[in-house]
């Protein structure tokens, strides 16, 4: 198994209007839509979702695992880019 170092990342950026709760490297993220739970990782195919009240669970080199809140918003992936949208 790879180590931190060597191990495939995607960037992920967690946000809101008027707050930015993540925006770094991570090597998954976990949450929930209408159909259940599900984790996005580096290569993952192009997705876009809305996520349910849940809690979005991080993983990544820098901060360990991070859990965040939400009370729903918008996951777009994209080429190793993931961005979710809060409150919208």
Do not use: W
Not at 24 to 40: H, K, L, M
């Amino acid at each position: 198994m790879a180590d931190a170092a060597t191990a495939p990342q995607m960037h992920l950026k967690i946000y809101s209007p008027f707050r930015t709760y993540f925006d770094d490297q991570a090597f998954s993220v976990s949450a929930v839509n209408e159909t259940g739970p599900f984790d996005i990782l580096p290569h993952h195919h192009n997705f876009i979702t809305l996520l349910k009240s849940c809690e979005l669970e991080v993983h990544s080199a820098v901060r360990g695992q991070i859990k965040i809140r939400i009370s729903g918003g918008l996951m777009h992936v994209k080429s190793d880019e993931v961005t979710v949208f809060l409150n919208v």
